[in-house]
């Protein structure tokens, strides 16, 4: 997810899901290579880290 928006839905590939206590979580990327996991009460996104050449 970049800042102000959600990505694409149709962007979004699951690569990983299970169930706990709370629901099911479930893990996507994005073609951009950023990250979301959802559960039942919270979405979070994580960005892609910038490579660097040493």
């Given at each position: 997810?970049?800042?102000g928006h959600r990505h694409d839905p149709?962007?979004?590939?699951v690569v990983s899901s299970h169930r706990t206590s709370?629901?099911?979580?479930?893990y996507?990327?994005?073609a951009c290579g950023a990250w979301e996991v959802r559960t039942p009460g919270?979405?979070?996104a994580v960005q892609?880290?910038?490579r660097t050449v040493d």
């Open positions: 997810m970049h800042p149709l962007a979004l590939t709370d629901g099911l979580v479930c996507l990327r994005c919270t979405v979070a892609p880290r910038r």
